[in-house]
């Protein structure tokens, strides 16, 4: 079974550029993932889909994050204009369905910014 | 709003000896998973607890679910180099099940 793919693995840009970044999950996994994970500390769900509908974006910068989830498989997250604090590693995860017991959350490598 | 924290930050132990590490919730949880990371790679699923009090064991690992379903526990036994990461919980509440992942612990083995 073929694993949560991401791309690109690393991006250079300076401060104020766009970014884009891309995330195919498993097949079939019905909850996609977005985590900012900064040097040291935890992952920080930036935001979940359930098929192609939001879950929950409580914690995404709406003034310069955005994301969508065409047609419920492939996913991408955007920024716009990038920060110096948008350095960090972004994940994409998905899980099976949202109900108890199918949530374990498969992680793709991450996309590693650095924003000069 | 929700927070995971986890204790200790770092430990370094000597290849044998036991490990702990301890996630505390400021709200009940619904469940609470446990992923290990390894230097330079990404989140990897180890358990999910769901029942109050649960104890589960992998091999080495116990993993035990608080009573009041706000904290839980990483424990491990004769710790090997392979133990080498940072140990994640990640913890479920709300109406939409949020998820959210507590601090880390960073585990290092000196063989």
């Known amino acids: 079974e073929a694993g949560v793919a991401q791309s690109p693995r690393y991006k250079i840009i300076e401060k104020r550029q766009s970014v884009a970044f891309w995330c195919n999950p498993i097949?079939?996994?019905?909850?996609l993932y977005w985590y900012q994970q900064i040097l040291g500390q935890g992952p920080k769900l930036l935001i979940q889909?359930?098929?192609?509908?939001?879950?929950?974006d409580s914690q995404l910068p709406k003034d310069r994050f955005s994301a969508e989830r065409l047609k419920g498989v492939d996913s991408t997250l955007k920024i716009q204009p990038a920060k110096l604090e948008d350095s960090a590693v972004y994940l994409c995860?998905?899980?099976?369905?949202?109900?108890?017991?199918?949530?374990?959350?498969?992680f793709g490598p991450g996309t590693r910014l650095l924003v000069l | 709003g929700q927070q995971v924290m986890q204790i200790p930050q770092y430990q370094h132990v000597q290849e044998g000896e036991d490990f702990t590490t301890y996630c505390n919730s400021s709200?009940?949880?619904?469940?609470i998973q446990w992923y290990k990371q390894r230097p330079g790679g990404h989140p990897v699923f180890l358990i999910q607890?769901?029942?109050?009090?649960e104890v589960k064991k992998q091999k080495r690992l116990t993993f035990q679910f608080g009573e009041a379903k706000k904290n839980s526990s990483l424990h491990i036994t004769a710790t090997q180099t392979t133990d080498v990461g940072t140990y994640f919980c990640?913890?479920?509440?709300?109406?939409?099940?949020?998820?959210?992942f507590g601090t880390g612990t960073k585990l290092q083995v000196i063989p």
């Open positions: 990640a913890g479920r509440s709300g109406g939409y099940q949020k998820v959210t």
């Open positions: 995860a998905s899980s099976l369905d949202r109900q108890m017991y199918q949530e374990t959350q498969y």
């Open positions: 607890l769901v029942k109050s009090g």
């Open positions: 097949s079939g996994h019905a909850t």
């Open positions: 889909f359930q098929n192609n509908g939001v879950v929950d």
């Open positions: 709200t009940t949880l619904s469940n």
